[in-house]
């Protein structure tokens, strides 16, 4: 990326919101299972959205592709930028407030990088019913024994069967 342009994107978010060390922007740059890597010299963290569109609008002018990079979870590689270096990381950390709940419309209006911890919190203190996770409902079976149930299932299947390192079985053989 040239200079000029990486200087118009630390202008639009302020020197304190852009990362530009390259030991800063590792841990930006892999996957939390090291499955997928990227390659960038820019992070910005905007704090409004004024400042998403303002970044978004530099973007398209200059033909720079943005990657938006959220609570960094994802199983897909989806918030990783490409190998070419030319990409500028949105992170959305700074974009964390509550904007609304609203108990009668069954909503809550949150930015983009909100925790979903801090979220339930808030939503706990005036909607106790509310539950980003759903809540085990009485009529299921231990939580516990069904997840070690559904592991203990799926060992015995990636493994092959009872035996370790046996391949399955075909119903259908030659012969």
């Known amino acids: ?36 890597t990227g390659k960038s010299s820019l992070v910005l963290k905007p704090s409004s959205t004024a400042e998403v569109s303002q970044i978004l609008a530099l973007a398209t002018s200059t033909k720079t592709p943005i990657v938006p990079q959220g609570g960094h979870t994802g199983l897909v590689g989806g918030g990783m930028p490409d190998m070419s270096g030319n990409a500028v990381i949105l992170s959305t950390a700074r974009l964390n ?46 939580r516990r024994k069904l997840i070690g149930k559904c592991r203990r299932h799926w060992r015995a299947r ?18």
């Open 1 to 36: 990326m040239k200079q000029n342009i990486r200087d118009q994107f630390i202008a639009l978010v302020g020197a304190n919101n852009a990362v530009t060390q390259a030991s800063d922007i590792a841990p930006y740059l892999r996957e939390w299972r090291d499955q997928f």
């Open 97 to 142: 407030n509550i904007r609304n709940i609203d108990i009668a419309g069954n909503t809550i209006t949150v930015d983009a990088g909100c925790i979903l911890q801090n979220i339930q919190t808030a939503a706990d203190k005036r909607w106790p019913a509310f539950s980003i996770v759903p809540r085990q409902p009485r009529h299921l079976p231990n």
């Open 158 to 175: 990636l493994r092959g069967g009872a035996r370790s390192g046996a391949r399955p079985r075909s119903r259908f053989t030659n012969g």
